[in-house]
């Protein structure tokens, strides 16, 4: 079984940071690709960033230049470092990994719990 845990998300103020952090663990075999989602009240689940193993990035135009997305491949783990927080970033965020399980040969796609980030006025 795979198992994932956010952490980092909370209350902060227009213009403050917040970091994200997804870990994955249990029976992995190989990691790839992993990205972070975010879903606003009212709003369908968007892709925001995601970043490939070799470290490549890539980014919706509403977080660019304020948002970095990171990874540490020997923790599996994926960070997401939002600066310039504006009211429109509030949203549960979701991080997912396509992950290659034990005894598999296929890369699922393994999702979060879901973090509150709540950005007030």
């Known amino acids: 079984q795979v198992q994932m845990a956010e952490s980092g998300g909370g209350l902060v103020q227009t213009g403050g940071s917040l970091r994200l952090s997804c870990a994955a663990s249990?029976?992995?075999?190989?990691?790839?690709?992993m990205g972070w989602y975010r879903q606003a009240p009212g709003k369908e689940r968007e892709l925001i960033a995601d970043?490939?193993?070799?470290?490549?990035?890539k980014y919706v135009d509403d977080v660019k230049g304020r948002f970095t997305i990171s990874r540490d491949n020997v923790k599996k783990m994926v960070f997401l470092q939002m600066n310039g927080l504006k009211a429109d970033d509030t949203a549960i965020y979701y991080c997912v990994m396509n992950i290659v399980p034990n005894h598999g040969n296929v890369g699922l796609d393994y999702w979060g719990e879901g973090i509150s980030v709540t950005v007030s006025p």
């Open positions: 970043i490939t193993y070799e470290g490549a990035t």
């Open positions: 249990g029976s992995i075999f190989s990691v790839h690709a």
